[in-house]
């Protein structure tokens, strides 16, 4: 929420939503239905990419020398780079930018190589200190919290097992991007 109202200060705001990485099909479809919650309460046009899981794991076939993380922005931002040029857009950017648990500097370099391939501005702005601000405006309009980033990898990172064989117990990990 809060990249989008950052974002309108300077700009006609759509929003493009495109995760072939999340997982499950539930997951998928919960972040989909809050995405689409949050771009009519802002005014926003919403526009749905395809939901393409396989393809996130091609990409970590294709390219294992990369992280996992590293093939999933190229992935999101090629795509939606990709759309924002079709469309005549001037300028694209990722509510990525907003999460203290993602790596900020590889988005800004991924953004920025694919803009230029693709004919649009990659709008870096750090939306990082709005986190908490957006966290309280999703819970003020009742909107899922996910706890973690969306990938099958994420999911299973999440939990972090305490005690090897007897007695399991569940914590909370690493996860959790909080890009709403």
């Known amino acids: 929420m809060y990249p989008g109202t950052k974002l309108r200060e300077k700009f006609e705001v759509s ?5 072939p990485n999340i997982h499950p099909d539930l997951e998928y479809k919960e972040r989909l239905k809050n995405a689409k919650i949050v771009s009519k309460s802002l ?15 091609k990409k970590l076939q294709k390219n294992p020398q990369a992280s996992r993380c590293e093939n999933c922005y190229q992935i999101r931002l090629e795509e939606t ?10 300028h694209f950017s990722t509510t990525l930018l907003v999460s ?5 500097e590889l988005i800004i370099r991924i953004g920025n190589e694919i803009g230029l391939k693709y004919g649009v501005k990659f709008v870096d ?16 309009l009742n909107l899922y919290l996910q706890n973690f980033c969306g990938c099958s990898f994420s ?18 990990g690493n996860g959790g991007s909080g890009s709403v």
């Open 81 to 90: 780079a990709k759309k924002a040029g079709k469309d005549n857009f001037s």
């Open 15 to 19: 929003v493009f939503y495109f995760n």
């Open 43 to 57: 005014g926003f046009k919403f526009v749905e990419g395809e939901y393409r899981p396989k393809t996130y794991f």
């Open 155 to 172: 999911f299973v990172e999440k939990f972090n097992w305490s005690e090897p064989c007897k007695g399991r117990t569940l914590t909370r």
């Open 125 to 140: 702005e750090d939306f990082r200190p709005g986190f908490k601000e957006g966290r309280e405006m999703a819970k003020d």
């Open 100 to 104: 203290p648990y993602q790596n900020r």
